[in-house]
Nanobody
Framework: VQLQAYGGGLVQPGGSLRLSCVAS????????IGWLRQAPGKEPEWVAC????????YYTDSVKGRFTISRDNAKNTVTLQMSSLKPEDTAVYYC?????????WGHGTHVTVSS
C-alpha cells in the first residue's frame, strides 16, 4: 500500500504546476484525500482536502481560487492543480488519504517558486 507523489519542481512566479498522487494497494474511492505542505522553517499546513463521501472540498485561504484538488477514480489518482504560483507556495507537498481512521501518506514532492 502506498501513495506515490510526483509533479513538483521549479517554477517561476505566476506559473502553474500539477501534482499527482497515485494510490496502489487500495482504492481511493471513498477515501478522503488531501494535500499538506511544509515550507522551510514553518509548521505543516493543510492546503486542500476533498471528502470521500460527499465530495466537499476545503482550501486554505491562501490558495483559494488558485489551487484545485480533484480525484480520478479510474486512475486511482489525486491531483492538485496549482496556478498563479507565488514564492510563498514554496514547500514540500505531501498527499494524504484517510478512511475509517486509517491514514496513508505519500512521500513529499518539492515545489519551488522562484525567478
Amino acid at each position: 500500500v502506498q501513495l506515490q507523489a510526483y509533479g513538483g519542481g521549479l517554477v517561476q512566479p505566476g506559473g502553474s504546476l500539477r501534482l499527482s498522487c497515485v494510490a496502489s494497494g487500495f482504492t481511493l474511492d471513498p477515501w478522503t484525500i488531501g494535500w499538506l505542505r511544509q515550507a522551510p522553517g514553518k509548521e505543516p499546513e493543510w492546503v486542500a482536502c476533498a471528502s470521500g463521501t460527499d465530495g466537499a472540498t476545503y482550501y486554505t485561504d491562501s490558495v483559494k481560487g488558485r489551487f484545485t484538488i480533484s480525484r480520478d477514480n479510474a486512475k486511482n489518482t489525486v491531483t492538485l492543480q496549482m496556478s498563479s504560483l507565488k514564492p510563498e507556495d514554496t514547500a514540500v507537498y505531501y498527499c494524504h488519504a484517510r478512511f475509517n481512521n486509517i491514514d496513508y501518506w505519500g512521500h513529499g514532492t518539492h515545489v519551488t517558486v522562484s525567478s
